[in-house]
Each structure stands twice: as C-alpha cells, then as structure tokens.
C-alpha cells in the first residue's frame, strides 16, 4: 500500500521555524520526485519546493531563502525546514510524489493527508 504520511505541522509565531516530514512508504523511493505543495483557506494548491531523486531541488519564489528542502534515502523521508515563517505561509501542507520536477498536480502520482501550519502574527 502507497502511503506518504506528513507530520511536523503545528501553531507558530512569525518568525518562527518548523520543521515537516514526508514518510513514504510502498514504493521505490529512491525514484520518485518529491514535491511540497500548499493550500490556504479560498486559495489554489500551489507548489511549494520539490526534490528529485537525484536530489535537485527547486523552490517557489514566495519562500526561496527561507525554506529548505531534503530527503533522506535511508529513511524513505523528505523534510522541509521552514524559517522566518509568515502568515501568509498558513496552509495544509502537503507533500506527493511523482516522475517529474515541476509544479504540474498531474504530474504527481501519489499524495498525503496533509498537516496544517499555522503561523500568527
């Protein structure tokens, strides 16, 4: 059974750092993509940061030098340490694996749950 399993989300001041989780399971991981994407309350999903198997990564301009992104093979896990969080960063996070490095919802084959972060002002 494919499971991808995010955790690390919580309640933060701005300015404040968390760190989130992705643990898959059921597949090759070492294959796979891995993308953080967002969702905000009335808002579109939006691609977040995403790593290839190669370990290439990519981020959206929004949190470029306050996000970073990294996989651990061994462990079957992505994190995503997030600094200098603002508001505007509260979402459900959700992270998905898929064949390609880029955005496209499409182009990702399997999804989680989903954890929410919360950053007040």
């Known amino acids: 059974e494919v499971q991808l399993v995010e955790s690390g989300g919580g309640l933060v001041q701005a300015g404040g750092s968390l760190r989130l989780s992705c643990a898959v399971s059921?597949?090759?991981?070492?294959?796979?993509?891995i993308g953080w994407f967002r969702q905000a309350p009335g808002k579109e999903l939006e691609g977040v940061s995403c790593?290839?198997?190669?370990?290439?990564?990519t981020y959206a301009d929004s949190v470029k030098g306050r996000f970073t992104i990294s996989r651990d093979n061994a462990k079957n896990t992505v994190y995503l340490q997030m600094n200098s969080l603002k508001p505007e960063d509260t979402a459900v996070y959700y992270c998905?694996?898929?064949?390609?490095?880029?955005?496209?919802?499409?182009?990702?084959?399997?999804w989680g749950q989903g954890t929410q972060v919360t950053v007040s002002s």
């Open positions: 998905a694996a898929g064949d390609y490095s880029d955005y496209e919802l499409d182009d990702y084959d399997y």
């Open positions: 059921g597949f090759t991981f070492d294959d796979y993509t």
């Open positions: 790593i290839s198997s190669s370990d290439g990564s």
